[in-house]
């Protein structure tokens, strides 16, 4: 079952690339409906601190993969990450945005991060991400737990 679902969001992955074209330049729809499926591809998938890989991955890794589809390298840790294209306020997020949190003892030093998938409305901004429990899955930014230890987001194209 596990071959399965890989083969078909491999499947799925070059099939994006392969309608994306081989053009050099990619609308922004474009590179962010391929960046969010791509990150959607690893749902799922365990949380692994240090992890890059399916067997199991940590959030820098799901962001550095994500945006390394449409051929953007980040850094690979959340706080690098977090220096990485401009500045955007929580209220003028947009799919594709990355979102970045505090989520350890110390309340300003970032060490959680994700990407952006839906805005269901003003309370309702979905991120997709990989959680310590639930491995690589999408959760509301305005939950208290998030909305408490969001710190920045960031725009890269």
Do not use: W
């Not at 053009?23 to 690893?42: E, I, P």
């Not at 799922?44 to 067997?55: A, D, F, S």
């Not at 993969?65 to 977090?82: D, G, I, K, N």
Request: hydrophobic share 35%; proline share 1%; charged share 25%.
């Amino acid at each position: 079952m596990k071959n399965r679902t890989l083969l078909r969001n491999s499947a799925l992955i070059f099939l994006l690339i392969l309608i994306s074209g081989c053009g050099g330049h990619m609308s922004r729809a474009k590179k962010v409906d391929l960046v969010v499926q791509t990150a959607r591809s690893y749902t799922g998938t365990p949380y692994k601190y240090g992890g890059t890989t399916r067997v199991g991955m940590d959030c820098s890794a799901l962001l550095f993969h994500s945006f390394q589809s449409v051929r953007l390298t980040l850094p690979r840790t959340s706080a690098e990450q977090a220096k990485k294209g401009k500045r955007v306020n929580i209220k003028d997020l947009k799919v594709g945005d990355m979102v970045f949190f505090a989520t350890g003892k110390k309340k300003k030093q970032i060490n959680h991060a994700g990407i952006v998938t839906a805005i269901r409305g003003r309370n309702d901004v979905r991120f997709i991400h990989a959680s310590t429990s639930l491995g690589v899955t999408e959760s509301n930014l305005y939950s208290s737990y998030y909305k408490e230890r969001f710190r920045r987001a960031r725009r890269v194209f």
